[in-house]
């Protein structure tokens, strides 16, 4: 059993900064990409950006590149999104997914897993 966990979120002023935390617990032997995605009211989930194991981050939003950030402790299975200059279109519900995780050495399969969302609000 692996549980995903996202903290962080929160209200702040346009232009103020925030960082989002991500963890991976339980059974966990690797895992491939650690991405953040968000989403707001009556719109699809959009990816925000990943980062694989080597720690080699991407950014699927433009709107993000240049003042949100992601880093990666493989030791802790964390992940972290550090997010400056926020805008109101930011607010949203911010998600995390653990992808193609291993349990163990022995066993070969992946499988994908989410948090449960932290709130993000940017707003005067």
């Known amino acids: 059993q692996v549980q995903v966990v996202e903290s962080g979120g929160g209200l702040v002023q346009p232009g103020g900064s925030l960082r989002l935390s991500c963890a991976a617990s339980g059974s966990i032997f690797g895992i491939i990409s650690m991405s953040w995605y968000r989403q707001v009211p009556g719109k699809q989930r959009d990816l925000v950006g990943y980062i694989t194991q080597a720690g080699l981050a991407n950014y699927a939003d433009d709107s993000v590149k240049g003042r949100f950030t992601i880093h990666r402790d493989n030791g802790k299975n964390t992940v972290y999104l550090q997010m400056n200059s926020l805008k109101p279109e930011d607010t949203a519900v911010y998600y995390c997914?653990?992808?193609?995780?291993?349990?163990?050495?022995?066993?070969?399969?992946?499988?994908?897993?989410w948090g449960q969302g932290t709130q993000v609000t940017v707003s005067s």
């Open positions: 997914k653990a992808g193609g995780v291993r349990s163990s050495s022995t066993d070969y399969r992946r499988y994908d897993y």
